[in-house]
């Protein structure tokens, strides 16, 4: 194998450690967020849980952060909780920063 080559392998194998990393995160915050806006609904600890999972399966209805924050929005106007949409977004991104941070020290 080439030096070339090798450079080349140990790039994609780094892409790949870094998109699986990146999914986890989004997992986490995702879960993170959905007990997050549970607990602003004032729903029990296992509908809170339950709230969570349905977050995360939210967000393979379409590729990026749309299909989650629509969820969000959408439970919590149901459940008259008075959130802004940049409120949200931002709690979206503080919880990505969180759940990164989470798995880097896991790792």
Known sequence: MTTFDERKSAHESKFAVDQNLEFKAAARRNKLLGLWAAELMGKSEAEAQEYAKDVIIADFEEAGDDDVFRKIRADLDTA?????????????????ELAREQIRNES
Request: proline share 0%; hydrophobic share 30%; no cysteine.
């Open 80 to 96: 008259e909780v008075e959130q802004s949409d940049h409120q949200i977004r931002r709690h979206m991104d503080e919880l990505l």
